[in-house]
C-alpha cells in the first residue's frame, strides 16, 4: 500500500547531479516463507552534451525477506503485529452515577502502527442485561506516513440502563504481537462499574385534595336524601341526553374520517420504507458479492429496516433471530476470511460471493412470502356492518 505522495530531491554523487524520485510502500505478506519480489526496472529518455536522444534503461533485484509464521503461543483471535497498538475509552460519567433511562454515549477507540485499518478486530459486544446497548456504524481510518500506516478503530455505542442497582461494564483484552520487542503483549480497558438509581418521583404519594375527597365520601350525609327525581333535573334530562347522542356521533365521525386519513399516510410511510429497504438491500449483495468488510454491519441495517419492531445489535441477533444454517455458515466463512488467521485456507483462496448472495436472496424471498400473515386486522372485524 502507497504510503503517500512520491518524493522528488536531488543529489550529487561523484560530481553528477542526479534527480532522485523516490516512492514508499507498506508491503503485507499473508503466508510464512521467503518473500521475493519482482525487479525494479527503470526506463527512461535523456539528451547527451550533443543534444542526442539516448535511451536510458536500468533495474535493481531486491533483497528476499524472511516471513515468520504466527507462534503457536500466541493467544489472540486475531494476528494483529505492529509496531504499538492501544485502547481507549470515553463518554462514561466520573462520578460512577447514572439514573435509570439515561442516555451515554460511549466510544471505544484502536489505534495501531503498522496495520491498516481493515485488520483490526470488532470489538466485543458484551454487556450487561441491566443495560441496554445501540452501537453505530463502527469508524475505521488509514493514514500513511514516512514510518508506515497509522490505523484507528472506532466504535460509539449508546447506552441505557433499565434498571436501579450497581452494573459493571466487562474488561476489555485485544492481544497483539510486537513487532519491536517480537513478543505479545496485551492491551486492556479495565471492567467499570456504574451505580443506577431509580427514576425519583415514579411512586408518589396520594394527593391531598384525593384524600380529603375520600374521606369526604365516607363521611354519613345528615340531610335528608330524596328519591324522587327533581322538577326541574327531570326537565333538563332529555335534552342532555340527545346532546350526549349527537356528540357520539360526531367523535364517531371524527375518528372514521381520520382511520381513513392515518389509512393513506400509512400508505406513503410503507411506499418510502419499502424504497430505503431495496437500496439497503442492494448495498448488502454488492458488499457480500466482494468480501468486504461492510457486509455484516450492512447486513444489520438492512435487517433494522426490515423488521423495525425488533433490535438488531450485531450478526449474531440476525442469525438468531433467522435461523438459517446456510446463511449462517456463509457469513461465517466470509469473516474467517476477514478476520481470520492468515494462512489458512479459507483466507487464501479467491472469495466467492455467489453463494453469500444467493442465500441473502432466498432468505429475503422467504420473508416476502410470510409477510401478508403479518399485517394489521381489518379496521372492521367480519361480520360487523359498517352502515346503520
Known amino acids: 500500500e502507497s504510503l503517500g505522495k512520491q518524493n522528488?530531491?536531488?543529489?550529487?554523487?561523484?560530481?553528477?547531479?542526479?534527480?532522485?524520485?523516490?516512492?514508499?510502500?507498506?508491503?503485507?505478506p499473508q503466508r510464512e516463507g521467503q518473500l521475493s519480489l519482482q525487479p525494479i526496472r527503470f526506463e527512461g529518455q535523456a539528451r547527451n552534451e550533443q543534444g542526442q536522444l539516448k535511451f536510458l534503461r536500468d533495474s535493481a533485484n531486491l533483497f528476499d525477506i524472511t516471513v515468520k509464521g504466527v507462534p503457536a503461543g500466541f493467544s489472540g483471535d486475531t494476528w494483529l503485529p505492529a509496531r504499538t497498538l492501544e485502547l481507549d475509552q470515553s463518554g462514561l460519567p466520573r462520578n460512577q452515577n447514572l439514573t435509570a433511562g439515561q442516555n451515554l454515549t460511549r466510544s471505544l477507540t484502536m489505534r495501531a502502527e503498522g496495520l491498516p485499518a481493515e485488520s483490526l478486530p470488532p470489538f466485543p459486544e458484551q454487556t450487561p442485561d441491566s443495560i441496554r446497548a445501540y452501537p453505530e456504524k463502527p469508524e475505521r481510518t488509514t493514514t500513511p506516513g514516512?514510518?508506515?500506516?497509522?490505523?484507528?478503530?472506532?466504535?460509539?455505542?449508546?447506552?441505557?440502563?433499565?434498571?436501579?442497582?450497581?452494573l459493571t461494564l466487562p474488561e476489555i483484552r485485544i492481544p497483539w504481537w510486537d513487532t519491536e520487542s517480537d513478543s505479545e503483549k496485551v492491551a486492556v480497558i479495565p471492567a467499570h462499574t456504574l451505580v443506577v438509581e431509580g427514576i425519583p418521583g415514579q411512586i408518589d404519594s396520594v394527593p391531598d385534595k384525593l384524600e380529603d375527597a375520600s374521606e369526604a365520601g365516607t363521611k354519613?350525609?345528615?340531610?335528608?336524601?330524596?328519591?324522587?327525581?327533581?322538577?326541574?333535573?327531570?326537565?333538563?334530562?332529555?335534552?342532555?341526553?340527545?346532546?350526549?347522542?349527537?356528540?357520539g356521533?360526531?367523535?364517531?365521525?371524527?375518528?372514521w374520517w381520520y382511520s381513513r386519513r392515518r389509512t393513506s399516510a400509512g400508505k406513503v410511510v410503507a411506499s418510502q420504507g419499502d424504497n430505503r429497504e431495496k437500496g439497503l438491500f442492494r448495498d448488502l449483495c454488492e458488499a457480500a458479492q466482494a468480501g468486504s468488510p461492510k457486509t455484516t454491519d450492512r447486513l444489520v441495517r438492512w435487517m433494522s429496516q426490515r423488521h423495525p419492531e425488533r433490535t438488531f445489535q450485531s450478526v449474531t441477533d440476525v442469525n438468531r433471530f433467522l435461523d438459517d444454517t446456510e446463511l449462517a455458515a456463509e457469513i461465517e466463512q466470509?469473516?474467517?476470511?476477514?478476520?481470520?488467521?492468515?494462512?489458512?485456507?479459507?483466507?487464501?483462496?479467491?472469495?466467492?460471493?455467489e453463494r453469500l448472495?444467493?442465500?441473502?436472496?432466498?432468505?429475503?424471498?422467504?420473508?416476502?412470502?410470510?409477510?401478508?400473515?403479518?399485517?394489521?386486522?381489518?379496521?372492521?372485524?367480519?361480520g360487523l356492518s359498517t352502515s346503520r
Open 8 to 28: 522528488e530531491y536531488t543529489r550529487y554523487r561523484d560530481g553528477v547531479r542526479y534527480r532522485v524520485v523516490e516512492r514508499r510502500y507498506a508491503l503485507f
Open 334 to 353: 466470509l469473516q474467517q476470511r476477514l478476520f481470520g488467521t492468515p494462512g489458512e485456507s479459507a483466507t487464501s483462496e479467491p472469495w466467492q460471493g
Open 146 to 166: 514516512p514510518d508506515g500506516l497509522a490505523s484507528t478503530l472506532t466504535q460509539t455505542t449508546a447506552l441505557v440502563p433499565v434498571q436501579p442497582g450497581k
Open 357 to 382: 448472495v444467493a442465500a441473502l436472496i432466498r432468505v429475503r424471498g422467504t420473508a416476502s412470502e410470510s409477510a401478508p400473515g403479518d399485517q394489521l386486522p381489518p379496521l372492521y372485524p367480519q
Open 249 to 255: 356521533w360526531l367523535i364517531t365521525l371524527a375518528a
Open 220 to 247: 354519613p350525609n345528615n340531610d335528608p336524601i330524596s328519591n324522587e327525581p327533581d322538577g326541574e333535573s327531570g326537565v333538563g334530562f332529555w335534552p342532555l341526553a340527545t346532546l350526549t347522542v349527537l356528540a
